[in-house]
């Protein structure tokens, strides 16, 4: 009851795509919803987050999405760059910070 | 600049020794935790403090220590228990808003 899913564990895009990257709890009690982004050899840092209450957040090309009856929410990137490349982790908040086993994205020009 | 600062990036150790990797934040932050990262696997937490001179197992404590003496430092000690040392460690802190702030890591490698 306290994992994370996440998928895919890689993923691969075309620039100018859409990336998507899923994540499924089912603890109900999870209160926060943060993304990671973690570029090689490098720590990971906050990317966007979002509480239950609401069911979408965009941050610029940055968009997650939240369904709480299905205990589901996901991070889109739109627009997908190169520079985007990198390790994408979900997480969620009980009485502490669990998160997922990391999607890969590479974005080729 | 404000962060946090792990030392040292990348170290080598012999079977058999303990070796310790250090913490230090100036973000003025309370809690203080420490992770392991493999590929595949996610980050799974070792150990966590939430406040100076207390802390808690997280889910992976077996063969590691810690210490709180100051709320800059969190350092945390691989000991010759630990059976597969060999990872990314990643220590992180936070304030009260949830939102973990997390250093550059340090590389272990057992040889």
């Known amino acids: 009851q306290q994992q994370v899913k996440q998928s895919p564990q890689s993923l691969i895009v075309q620039k100018g795509g859409i990336s998507i990257i899923n994540c499924a709890y089912e603890n109900t009690a999870f209160d926060y919803f943060p993304w990671y982004q973690q570029f090689p050899g490098k720590g990971p840092a906050l990317l966007i987050a979002i509480r239950p209450d609401v069911s979408e957040k965009k941050e610029g090309r940055f968009t997650i999405s939240f369904n709480k009856s299905a205990k589901q929410f996901s991070l889109h990137i739109m627009d997908s760059q190169p520079g985007d490349s990198a390790t994408y982790f979900c997480a969620a908040r009980g009485n502490k910070l669990i998160f997922g086993t990391g999607t890969r994205l590479q974005v080729f020009p | 600049d404000g962060g946090i600062t792990q030392s040292p990036k990348y170290l080598f150790r012999k079977e058999g020794q303990n070796v310790t990797l250090s913490c230090e934040q100036n973000l003025n932050h309370d809690a203080m935790y420490w992770y392991r990262q493999d590929p595949g696997q996610g980050l799974r937490l070792i150990y966590y403090?939430?406040?100076?001179?207390?802390?808690q197992k997280g889910d992976i404590a077996e063969g590691y220590s810690v210490s709180r003496e100051k709320k800059e430092s969190f350092p945390l000690t691989v000991t010759s228990a630990q059976k597969n040392p060999t990872a990314f460690y990643l220590c992180?802190?936070?304030?009260?808003?949830?939102?973990?702030?997390f250093g550059e890591g340090s590389r272990l490698t057992v040889l």
């Open positions: 992180a802190s936070s304030p009260n808003t949830g939102e973990l702030f």
């Open positions: 403090s939430q406040i100076v001179n207390d802390f």
